[in-house]
């Protein structure tokens, strides 16, 4: 199985900072045949199913303000908020969709400071 | 708009089995995989598998093999997956979620507390 590390766990971020989430996997998730990552960022609030936030590493899904971005490729990955806003308040998750079994990160909890 | 609406919670005793169900609108139902995926009280997600709702096909890891059934009825749009032998440490949320097109999942049913206890 793939496993996916985030770090750090958690995090605490001044309104309108920049917030960073890294998650690694054990292997890569790069598909050569067709240069895509199968690598995913979700975001779950409180009460609520995840939210899927980036796709294919860096492309950011419909209606996700562009103030989140992913990069990264192969392992290592990034998810990155420019200016933290207060309903940014969440657990972010990392998944690969490279193999199955389809992993997730243990999750990372963002917080305002 | 995409929906999909899960069944009620359910309170099971450790040995039973439970079925939850999946109802989808909004698109077409065997155009797009479903996913299941469950959370742990206070923990992470856990992916149980796929159900291609066109043939029925399902992908199950192993951890789950033997333990989970995952079925659908096309002609109500709706997919299920049944746990039997249940655990206490089955008590979870468990979502179903459809498959973007490239084994991402962008839409989520509400999810279902099921809860393990003697």
């Known amino acids: 199985d793939i496993v996916m590390t985030q770090s750090p766990e958690s995090l605490a971020v001044s309104l309108g900072e920049r917030a960073t989430i890294n998650c690694k996997s054990s292997q890569s998730v790069l598909y050569s045949s067709n240069n895509k990552n199968y690598f995913g960022w979700y975001q779950q609030k409180p009460g609520q199913p995840p939210k899927l936030l980036i796709y294919?590493?860096?492309t950011r899904e419909s209606g996700v303000p562009d103030r989140f971005s992913g990069s990264g490729s192969g392992t290592d990955f990034t998810l990155t908020i420019s200016s933290l806003q207060a309903e940014d308040v969440a657990v972010y998750y990392c998944q690969q969709y490279y193999s199955t079994p389809y992993t997730f990160g243990q999750g990372t909890k963002l917080e305002i400071k | 708009q995409v929906q999909l609406v899960q069944s009620g919670a359910e309170v099971k005793k450790p040995g039973a089995s439970v079925k939850v169900s999946c109802k989808a609108s909004g698109y077409s139902f065997t155009g797009y995989f479903l996913h299941w995926v469950r959370q742990a009280p206070g923990q992470g997600l856990e992916w149980m598998g796929w159900?291609?709702?066109?043939?029925?096909?399902?992908n199950i890891p192993q951890n789950f093999q033997g333990r989970v059934t995952m079925t659908r009825d096309t002609s109500i749009s709706t997919a299920y997956m049944e746990l039997n032998r249940l655990r206490s440490d089955d008590t979870a949320v468990y979502y179903c979620?459809?498959?973007?097109?490239?084994?991402?999942?962008?839409?989520w049913g509400q999810g279902t507390l099921v809860t393990v206890s003697s």
């Open positions: 159900i291609n709702p066109d043939s029925g096909g399902t």
């Open positions: 294919w590493a860096s």
């Open positions: 979620a459809r498959d973007r097109g490239d084994y991402s999942s962008d839409h």
